[in-house]
């Protein structure tokens, strides 16, 4: 039963090369969003939160629908990224790669918030009063001392990539080798007939990556809240 055919490897293979792809991406986005919302007040700073959680709320197949009207050969930005740089986001994986990061970067951010907030605020103001620059104060206080939490928002957008399903069939289509992901293949072997090992195969290893997942963002957690303990 736990021996992975040629399909289920390719699956496989191909969610973590997206989700790999589409979390390093979206970090240094998170990380600049998360400081705006931990550490800024401006205009608009509600509209500009709801919007960047809204996929942690809509149904997927919506953001889905949103990135193929946007990205899509026709779409607004995607027909101007074609005409101009030749990059297609359809029916390959590098939509597969953004439709995973727009689903993982509210998740990301939320968790990296959190773990500024927690940064003593005391401790920036007192590099900037030596002379310290903000940007400066921002990767050698703010960013060594939320680490910990940096790194386990990362591996939860990691496994939220591997896990991303709706937005992606949505935008993407479900093609073998070249969109089709973990879920979506096993979506695809629930619907053929004597599929259900394999489907089963694919579901344990889903449920595995995800609970190695959550323990590692969990030891990340407990490592900052230490680490902030002793400053």
Known sequence: MFGLSEFELAALGLSLKIALIATLLTLPLALILAWLFARCQFKGRNLL????????????????????????????????LYDLFGI??????????????????????RS?????????????????????????TFFTITIP????????????????SLGEFGATIT?????????????????????????????YRLAIISAVL???????SEIMARKARQQLGKS
């Open 49 to 80: 939160l709801g919007i960047v959680h809204l996929p942690l709320v809509m149904p997927p197949v919506v953001i889905g629908l949103f990135l193929l009207t946007a990205f899509g050969k026709q779409g607004y930005i995607g027909s101007w």
């Open 88 to 109: 297609s986001f359809a029916f390959n994986w590098k939509g597969a790669a953004l439709a995973a990061a727009v689903m993982a970067l509210p998740l990301m951010v």
């Open 112 to 136: 990296i918030q959190l773990a500024i907030e927690n940064v003593p605020t005391k401790l920036e103001k007192a590099a900037r009063s030596l002379g310290s620059s903000s940007l400066k």
């Open 145 to 160: 001392l939320s680490i910990s939490g940096i790194a386990g928002a990362t591996i939860l957008g990691f496994a939220r």
């Open 171 to 199: 935008f993407v289509s479900n093609i073998p080798g070249k969109t089709q992901t973990l879920p979506l293949a096993l979506y695809t072997m629930t619907q053929v007939p004597d599929g259900e090992a394999s489907a």
């Open 210 to 216: 995800a609970l190695l997942a959550i323990i590692a």
